[in-house]
């Protein structure tokens, strides 16, 4: 089947902008996870779902961040009033649940803010 | 706290030569270990895992790592490198019991000389 699918690949906005991006995880994967890669840098944990289970937002670096997921289904990280500093590639992954079962990511969106 | 060292920004390596990207944790216990490659434009591809049993771990595309304990560290090897093993090569580690977290290294870039 397909694997992690996310859009747009790439987005260019301005400060101040909110900006939506959106995963699409393996179908059957319960466990969905963003990560933020800044340029020369390792991922940095966003958030994880996991079923029906509240999130964990711990690595949420700001309330401008948010994320949602409905069900097992499609996710969408939104950042609100968007900084240079946000400039960054996000990634999403899913797996089957737990830390034993692989992580399987997705191409990523390339953000850059103006 | 859990953190991940891979202390080689970038490497050179002519193609058939040997490859070996270090990798250090610190972790309490007996940590999970992963090592993901990251090709331009690609996301991230799980190339081996370690959980328990056997220190020495054989993954795709020729790749190995061993799990030295006493080092913390799990690095990752290739007999003779192709060049399209040329990316950047990201090593984590995830706490185990139940914990999703993953905690990635800031990457080693990989060059492949003809």
């Known amino acids: 089947g397909a694997g992690v699918s996310q859009s747009p690949s790439n987005k260019v906005t301005e400060k101040g902008k909110d900006v939506e991006l959106r995963c699409d995880p393996i179908s059957g994967h319960t466990a969905l996870y963003w990560y933020r890669q800044r340029l020369g840098q390792g991922l940095e944990f966003l958030i994880y779902f996991q079923g029906n289970s509240a999130p964990d937002k711990s690595g949420l670096p700001s309330d401008r961040f948010s994320a949602e997921r409905t069900g097992e289904s499609v996710s969408t990280l939104t950042i609100q009033r968007t900084q240079q500093e946000d400039s960054a590639v996000y990634l999403c992954?899913?797996?089957?649940?737990?830390?034993?079962?692989?992580?399987?990511f997705g191409p990523g969106t390339r953000l850059l803010v103006l | 706290a859990q953190s991940v060292t891979q202390p080689d920004i970038h490497i050179t390596v002519s193609e058939g030569a040997s490859l070996e990207l270090r990798c250090n944790y610190s972790y309490g216990a007996t940590p999970y270990l992963f090592w993901y490659v990251q090709s331009p434009g690609q996301g991230l591809q799980l190339l081996l895992k370690?959980?328990?049993?056997?220190?020495l771990v054989q993954g795709i595309k020729g790749f190995e790592a061993e799990f030295k304990r006493s080092q913390s560290s799990f690095n990752l090897r290739k007999p003779s490198v192709h060049w399209s093993d040329a990316a950047e090569y990201f090593c984590?580690?995830?706490?185990?019991?139940?914990?999703?977290?993953?905690?990635f290294g800031t990457g080693t870039r990989l060059k492949v000389l003809a």
């Open positions: 984590a580690v995830g706490a185990g019991g139940g914990t999703y977290k993953y905690i």
């Open positions: 992954a899913s797996s089957y649940g737990t830390a034993q079962e692989t992580q399987y």
């Open positions: 370690y959980f328990s049993g056997d220190t």
